[in-house]
């Protein structure tokens, strides 16, 4: 009877196996805290590894893209060693300055559109002939793309200069009479040439959303070919359209080792202002250079800005 008591007694004072009071928890050790820890710490060196791969992406960016903005940015606000506006003052007053504006502007724009109109005819051409040749058209232009420079110039020359082997030809054909290379009808053809490659590029893609059905849905539909690419191609075109004319413009503004190897500095660009500036050929004034690029940067600005705009009522229209 006794022992039945106590052992009554005994298991109201104990718990229950598997049951605990209400607010306690059950006790962990600190081996089992040390396990946890230590396996959360591989996961986060795995989220942290690609930042690690992008180190030297951000150093190359910052001290080639970043770092160059910024030395150009303070230096065009510098004049005699003080803060001040006089380097942009000079280039607004100067007529030679401006003449190199207008001059990298024109060859710009005719060199994009005659550049983009062209691409445009050759990459319709080129979707409608057979996939291998498509292949290796796109190869040979990606090759093409990265012919420029001094050996562009020095291939213009050998074949468009004054005693170039095409000029001689064209001359004894009586198709040409007085054609000068070393003018702005020759750098409008040399800008064009570079620029071609560049546009096919960067159409080739944008005529994949063109489904090949658009065409017989307007043919029952009595459109005549002219209508359809008026009407239906056109506009699917036209953000690629005035997205690669304002690369192309950007290419052309930008422009330096041909337009130098073939004019020195007969010819007056920004571009050239610039590199004569910074070398210091008759005077060094890298403060003026720099307010020189910086115009350039916001004109590239400017006209990035207005595309983005046309482009973003294009699609909502």
Avoid: C
């Amino acid at each position: 009877m006794n022992n039945q008591l106590t052992a009554n007694t005994r298991s109201d004072h104990e718990p229950v196996s598997g049951l605990r009071p209400k607010g306690t928890t059950r006790p962990t050790s600190r081996h089992s805290n040390d396990v946890s820890s230590t396996s959360t710490r591989p996961a986060a060196w795995r989220r942290a590894l690609p930042l690690l791969w992008l180190l030297p992406f951000v150093v190359v960016f910052g001290l080639f893209q970043l770092a160059p903005m910024l030395w150009v940015l303070l230096n065009s606000f510098q004049a005699g060693g003080d803060w001040s506006l006089a380097n942009f003052r000079d280039i607004i007053d100067s007529p030679f300055y401006r003449q190199s504006f207008g001059n990298s502007i024109d060859l710009a724009v005719w060199s994009s559109l005659l550049g983009l109109l062209i691409a445009l005819a050759g990459t319709a051409a080129l979707r409608q002939v057979p996939g291998r040749i498509q292949d290796a058209v796109v190869a040979f232009t990606t090759m093409a793309s990265n012919f420029s420079g001094v050996p562009l110039a020095f291939a213009f020359i050998v074949l468009l200069g004054m005693n170039g082997a095409v000029t001689l030809l064209l001359r004894d054909a009586g198709l040409i009479d007085n054609f000068n290379l070393y003018s702005r009808s020759g750098l409008i053809i040399l800008y064009t040439y570079f620029q071609i490659p560049l546009a096919i590029l960067l159409l080739y893609p944008a005529f994949d959303g063109i489904q090949k059905d658009w065409r017989e849905a307007a043919a029952l539909l009595g459109a005549r070919p002219w209508q359809y690419g008026l009407r239906v191609v056109l506009p699917v075109l036209t953000p690629a359209l005035l997205g690669t004319f304002i690369i192309l413009l950007a290419n052309a503004l930008g422009a330096y080792a041909s337009t130098f190897a073939l004019m020195t500095s007969n010819y007056n660009l920004v571009t050239i202002q610039i590199s004569a500036l910074v070398a210091g050929d008759i005077f060094l004034e890298p403060q003026l250079a720099a307010a020189l690029s910086l115009l350039l940067m916001l004109l590239l600005v400017l006209v990035t800005a207005v595309n983005q705009w046309v482009i973003g009522r294009s699609r909502y229209e």
